[in-house]
């Protein structure tokens, strides 16, 4: 059974710097795209970020210039370098990966989510 763990989140100042990490573990054979999602309070999910296997990356607007999306196959982890802050990036964050297992048809999991708070 695959799993995603994710760490990271906490409270931080306008301004302020976060690094989030979402992390695969179980039996699989690869790992296709992996994405960022977020859900702030009364708002829908959205996505934020992605990177393809072969490290080809998207941002949504809001975040281009201050997030930094990346992977380590090795470590079957991905990353959010999230800088400059503000606090309309106060949500839920949720890593979102497309596992292609031994046997099988890929399939899309979801982490359980890490709660960002940015505020003074």
């Known amino acids: 059974q695959v799993q995603l763990v994710e760490s990271g989140g906490g409270l931080v100042q306008p301004g302020g710097s976060l690094r989030l990490s979402c992390a695969a573990s179980?039996?699989?054979?690869?790992?296709?795209?992996m994405n960022w999602y977020r859900q702030a309070p009364g708002k829908e999910r959205e996505a934020v970020a992605s990177?393809?296997?072969?490290?080809?990356?998207n941002y949504i607007n809001s975040v281009k210039g201050r997030f930094t999306i990346s992977r380590d196959n090795a470590k079957n982890t991905m990353y959010l370098q999230m800088n400059s802050l503000k606090p309309e990036d106060t949500a839920v964050y949720y890593c979102?990966?497309?596992?292609?297992?031994?046997?099988?048809?890929?399939?899309?999991?979801w982490g359980q989510g890490t709660q960002v708070n940015v505020s003074s």
């Open positions: 979102n990966v497309d596992i292609v297992p031994a046997y099988g048809l890929p399939r899309n999991l």
């Open positions: 179980g039996s699989f054979f690869s790992i296709n795209d």
């Open positions: 990177i393809t296997s072969g490290g080809s990356r």
